[in-house]
Nanobody, 118 residues
């Protein structure tokens, strides 16, 4: 049974920073792509950032220059470093992994709350 568990969310003031982590556990043959998504109250879930197995990254325009996605393949972990946080970043952040276990499939974590206040 594959599980993705996020951590690192919390309450931070505008301009502050947080680092989110997501660990994939279980019998996993290979992790391909990983990413972070977020959903704010009353809004649809949106893509924040993705990273391939080779390290190529992609970001939503709203977070470029402020967020950095990275991964540690040996630990089956993906990170999201969030700097210069804004009120608009408030949302539940969830990680996603496309992996082989033993079939290629998308898995989701339950999410971690990020709240930005002034």
């Amino acid at each position: 049974q594959v599980q993705l568990v996020e951590s690192g969310g919390g309450l931070v003031q505008t301009g502050g920073s947080l680092r989110l982590s997501c660990v994939a556990s279980g019998i996993i043959f290979r992790i391909i792509n990983m990413g972070w998504y977020r959903q704010a109250p009353g809004k649809q879930r949106e893509l924040v950032a993705t990273i391939t197995s080779g390290g190529a990254t992609n970001y939503a325009d709203s977070v470029k220059g402020r967020f950095t996605i990275s991964r540690d393949n040996a630990k089956n972990t993906v990170y999201l470093q969030m700097n210069n946080l804004k009120f608009e970043d408030t949302a539940v952040y969830s990680c996603n992994a496309n992996l082989v276990a033993p079939f290629k499939k998308d898995y989701w974590g339950q999410g971690t709350q990020v709240t930005v206040s002034s």
